[in-house]
């Protein structure tokens, strides 16, 4: 039985011969139950103060009438999304997915705050956000790091990892939309990360040798995932489009595989031509998030 009848039959139920006052008392005596269930069962994630004022966004953006009960006024509230969730109507599959869902929609429409530097985001700058989950836990690419993929494994000094972009990375590489993407030796600058600027110089002090066992991802990447990004910004004044590649890679160790994110960044220039920029992973699902969070799906060429 969906939650609100379910809801309203145990108030009629307990209704039957009582009167005006009683039925009052009842209707308090349910929800003093359920917030009780809810106080129990409660999640960490869900009672962190941060993420209740994000949740407190969210719903203040959707915050209109339903009639859950006819005749009542079922104003939606954080607090009646909490004990929603933690009543016990869903399954405990979908509670989980709920879960999941609501928590990135949260952390995105926080880093959107950030971001554009807005206490109030618009309707459509929210409602973008659940699009934005969505996709994200529908079609992200996931593979293995076996085999080719894992022949960097292991020590990877520099001149190994130059050698091997030179040779195996360099060149055009075609996306799964069919799109031509140019790696070229620009690219290389990709290996190397300044530890306080962030900024790609090469330089032997700079080299990361984590980007040198993980080159053989970068066409895999790009030719396999459709969870693609686009990002259009302005940067110093002037347009800038990237896609980001995402994918979900899983390195097979005992006792359990090594879970993270990559992502392979290429640029559109004013032509429309793409050239890769730069690939890295990320071990972190908020910083993932975060990452995505500027962009739109990417669906076709």
Not at 208 to 225: D, F, M, Q, S, T
Not at 262 to 272: A, I, Q, R
Not at 276 to 295: D, M
Request: hydrophobic share 40%; glycine share 6%.
């Amino acid at each position: 039985m969906p939650w609100n009848q379910h809801l309203a039959s145990l108030l009629h139920s307990q209704a039957l011969g009582k009167s005006r006052g009683e039925v009052g008392s009842t209707a308090l005596a349910v929800r003093t139950r359920i917030i009780k269930k809810q106080s129990q069962n409660a999640q960490v994630q869900f009672r962190h103060p941060g993420h209740q004022r994000l949740t407190r966004s969210i719903i203040k953006s959707f915050n209109i009438g339903y009639g859950i009960i006819p005749g009542m006024n079922f104003a939606l509230t954080s607090k009646k999304l909490f004990v929603l969730l933690e009543s016990g109507v869903l399954e405990k599959g979908n509670h989980e997915r709920c879960v999941r869902i609501f928590y990135d929609v949260a952390k995105i429409v926080h880093y959107r705050q950030v971001r554009l530097n807005k206490p109030q985001l618009k309707m459509k700058e929210i409602a973008s956000a659940l699009t934005l989950v969505e996709f994200y836990h529908s079609s992200t690419f996931r593979f293995e790091a076996s085999g080719e993929l894992a022949r960097n494994f292991g020590q990877c000094p520099e001149g190994q990892a130059v050698k091997y972009f030179e040779r195996s990375v360099m060149g055009a590489v075609t996306d799964a939309f069919g799109r031509k993407v140019a790696i070229e030796e620009s690219g290389l600058r990709s290996l190397y990360k300044e530890q306080y600027t962030g900024k790609h110089l090469i330089a032997p002090e700079n080299y990361e040798p984590v980007r040198g066992k993980r080159l053989p991802w970068i066409r895999h990447v790009i030719e396999k995932a459709k969870s693609v990004y686009r990002v259009d910004e302005i940067v110093h004044g002037k347009f800038r489009r990237t896609f980001l590649y995402t994918a979900i890679s899983s390195i097979p160790l005992t006792p359990k595989p090594d879970i993270a994110y990559f992502m392979v960044v290429v640029s559109e220039d004013p032509n429309g031509h793409l050239r890769f920029v730069t690939a890295y992973h990320i071990p972190s699902h908020n910083r993932f998030l975060s990452r995505i969070e500027p962009g739109t799906p990417f669906l076709s060429a």
